[in-house]
């Protein structure tokens, strides 16, 4: 079942243009987006899209690293969210840094 809001767009074409958006973001092959948020904004006529994917940290923004502790050389992933405005038109006007709180 196609669930909209609405509008013309699909909770399946949000998830597909927060993917491509994810895709240029994140440095991991099998990022895991995921779709947190979603609600349609009537008077602007906009979705605004909360997602989360995975993200490796590199030794330089690795906070353990950066505090000299010795850790293995396993993978730190971090899982980022960002929010998003996409219009009816399927074009991204802005993506956010998020914070629940």
Excluded: C, H
Excluded at 27 to 44: G, H, I, M, T, W
């Amino acid at each position: 079942m196609v669930m909209t809001m609405e509008n013309k767009l699909s909770f399946e074409k949000l998830i597909e243009i927060s993917k491509n958006v994810a895709r240029k973001l994140t440095n991991v092959p099998e990022f895991d987006l995921r779709l947190e948020q979603a609600e349609y904004d009537k008077k602007n006529q906009v979705w605004d899209i909360v997602v989360s994917f995975l993200y490796e940290e590199n030794e330089k923004s690795n906070i353990a690293s950066f505090l000299g502790v010795e850790t293995d050389n396993t993978l730190q992933l971090t899982r980022i969210y960002k929010k998003l405005k996409i219009n009816d038109s399927e074009e991204v006007l802005g993506y956010y840094f998020y914070d629940g709180n």
